[in-house]
């Protein structure tokens, strides 16, 4: 038996209502889906700028940091907090970009640390002023230490040559000098004679002398050196008969005769006689008179 009319036009109405009310929810969570990605899009998009942001900040601070640093340490001041600080930021951009998910705790945290780094750069501009102000005055401070220095020690210098000059002039005046120079021939009988040598009469020679009085020259002992040289320039020099050699300059120079004395001041005569065993050459010869290592007179004689 079919049903009423009545009866089937309600079930279709039911029907219907049924699909639409579906259809409604369907389309409810279809939107709210949808809506629900564009804004965790939105989200995304938002963060990703706001992380670029940052790590372009935290580049910019970091490099910006490593010119104070370098400059504060130019200026001799304490650097360690600041390079702990720089490498915190090294790693706190690291994590940033390490960090690709949204994260509100992150950027939030890390944007106070950026406020509180550009504050530290602006403290840190007036630090490198306050130091470039004490270099300044260090430098001013030093050169005039400096030319204080350099007067000090030009004034020394000139004391130190003054006292060399007065040394070298005391050494000078101190030195002994021979005066009254006088050169004998001795013959065979002891008999001298002052003046040219005949050659056959010239085997032996005297040479007598004073030394200069003299305030400065201090009392003590000296070694007292002749040098007879003959016409052709060489020392007279024998071994056995008491020559020998001695040192001036670095030059070793032969000696004629010597003997040891103690000066006295007092004008004390000296006499040498050399007994050459043979006869002298014919000629000019010359005696030099040494004490220790300086000349201290000299004369000629002549032998024909």
């Known amino acids: 038996m079919s049903e009423a009319p009545s009866e089937k036009g309600k079930k279709d109405k039911i029907r219907i209502i049924l699909i639409v009310a579906i259809a409604v929810v369907v389309l409810g969570s279809g939107y709210k889906i949808?809506?629900?990605q564009q804004a965790k899009k939105a989200l995304q998009a938002e963060y990703d700028a706001t992380r670029t942001l940052l790590t372009s900040k935290l580049d910019s601070i970091s490099t910006e940091l490593s010119d104070k640093i370098s400059e504060i340490a130019k200026l001799g001041g304490?650097?360690?907090?600041?390079?702990?600080?720089?490498?915190?930021?090294?790693?706190?951009?690291?994590?940033l970009q390490r960090t690709r998910v949204a994260n509100k705790a992150l950027i939030q945290r890390l944007d106070r640390k950026v406020t509180g780094y550009e504050e530290l750069l602006l403290a840190?501009?007036?630090?490198?002023?306050?130091l470039q102000a004490?270099?300044?005055?260090?430098?001013?401070?030093?050169?005039?230490?400096?030319?204080?220095?350099?007067?000090?020690t030009k004034t020394i210098n000139e004391a130190q040559q003054k006292q060399q000059q007065l040394q070298q002039r005391i050494g000078l005046?101190?030195?002994l000098k021979a005066e009254n120079i006088q050169v004998y021939n001795v013959n065979d009988r002891g008999r001298e004679r002052e003046g040219d040598f005949r050659q056959r009469q010239a085997q032996k020679v005297k040479v007598t002398f004073n030394l200069?009085?003299?305030?400065?020259?201090?009392?003590g002992a000296h070694r007292i050196l002749i040098q007879v040289i003959d016409p052709a320039g060489n020392v007279i020099f024998d071994v056995a008969r008491g020559s020998g050699s001695f040192t001036v300059d670095g030059r070793e120079?032969?000696?004629?005769?010597?003997?040891?004395?103690i000066f006295d001041n007092s004008q004390q005569a000296l006499s040498f006689v050399y007994d050459k065993g043979t006869d002298f050459e014919k000629g000019?010869?010359?005696v030099v008179i040494w004490a220790d290592n300086y000349e201290i007179g000299r004369t000629t004689f002549n032998v024909r």
């Open 134 to 152: 004490i270099n300044s005055q260090l430098l001013v401070e030093n050169n005039e230490l400096k030319e204080e220095q350099n007067e000090l």
């Open 34 to 36: 949808y809506t629900d």
């Open 124 to 130: 840190k501009d007036e630090e490198i002023a306050h």
């Open 78 to 95: 304490d650097i360690d907090s600041l390079v702990a600080v720089k490498d915190s930021i090294t790693a706190e951009r690291d994590q």
């Open 173 to 175: 005046a101190a030195k």
């Open 212 to 219: 200069a009085e003299n305030e400065v020259a201090p009392a």
């Open 253 to 261: 120079i032969y000696f004629t005769a010597a003997q040891e004395i």
């Open 284 to 286: 000019d010869h010359k």
